[in-house]
């Protein structure tokens, strides 16, 4: 901030209200760090994964969703084949879809979701999502726990999903 310093005890800034106006951008560009912190993405070679998170379930319940964004910067297309994590016996890829009949229904996806070169998928309510399955115990807010992605070509990498409130729905705390 030592440039705001400056600018603030330049002549140039002599009236208050250009002085406040240049603390206020000051306010903002740290609040603007200061988001880009608490925003939780990881890295995986080309890929970047953003946000990831669940909501919290009702006691007994034996399933969980979990979201996230995977962003491929490379060249190549990549794909998202399995998860793992120790939340639940086994994770899938789900897709909502409209069945033959019209009706909303979630499918697995054994072939796992391409993530195609340069772009992006968003696993999101009503969409992609994973599908943890046969739960250990209550994923509850506020937590975190941990699952393991694995691309065909990137390879696996850990990432930790964000529990938000049951019902929740996180748009998009990730800023892209
Ligand atoms: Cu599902």
């Not at 603390?23 to 994964?49: M, R």
């Not at 992006?120 to 393991?148: C, D, N, Q, R």
Request: proline letters at 4%.
């Amino acid at each position: 901030m030592s440039f705001f310093t400056r600018a603030l005890s330049r002549p140039l800034f002599r009236s208050l209200e250009e002085r406040v106006s240049v603390a206020l951008f000051a306010l903002l560009l740290l609040f603007a760090s200061t988001h880009q912190l608490l925003a939780h993405g990881f890295k995986l070679g080309d890929l970047e994964i953003g946000h990831p998170w669940s909501r919290a379930t009702p006691a007994g319940a034996k399933v969980a969703a979990g979201y996230l964004v995977v962003k491929n910067t490379g060249s190549q297309p990549d794909r998202l084949v399995s998860i793992q994590s120790d939340v639940s016996e086994k994770a899938e890829i789900h897709e909502m879809a409209v069945d033959a009949a019209g009706v909303m229904k979630m499918r697995q996806i054994g072939e796992g979701v391409e993530i195609p070169a340069g772009g992006e998928v968003a696993f999101k309510p009503g969409s992609y999502h994973i599908m943890f399955v046969g739960l250990k115990a209550p994923v509850k807010e506020g937590e975190k726990f941990a699952g393991t992605l694995t691309f065909e070509k990137a390879g696996a990498v850990t990432v930790e999903f964000a529990v938000d409130a049951m019902g929740g729905q996180t748009q998009d705390h990730s800023g892209h």
